[in-house]
């Protein structure tokens, strides 16, 4: 899909779904737009440290090459534990420094 929006509308930012190849989206996007990297956060709300520390770092991994990229989550259930929230954060400001 991200081929046929880019070639027919102005988006300059795409908001990927989490099981969509980040490298695969960043490749088709190039230097047309902003790429996202997003975390599947309804997991979050089971998911311990170690866990979402592995994930953040898989996806920042994915979108540092080229730049123009960006992270985000969906949509936050309310159950994910405040502690998890925090990991998220303190992991992409870890993982999303690009020298």
């Given at each position: ?34 790429s996202s990297g997003?975390?599947?956060d309804i997991l ?8 979402i520390y592995a ?45």
């Amino acid at each position: 899909m991200l081929e046929l929006i880019k070639e027919n509308t102005g988006i300059m930012a795409y908001y990927t779904h989490p099981m969509d190849d980040i490298t695969e989206s960043k490749n088709i996007i190039g230097d047309q737009g902003i790429s996202s990297g997003v975390i599947n956060d309804i997991l979050l709300v089971d998911w311990g440290k170690d866990e979402i520390y592995a994930e953040v770092k898989k996806i920042m991994a994915a979108g540092k090459d080229g730049g123009r990229f960006i992270f985000g989550t969906l949509v936050m259930p309310y159950l994910i534990p405040e502690e998890n929230i925090q990991h998220l954060f303190n992991a992409a400001r870890e993982f999303g420094k690009y020298s």
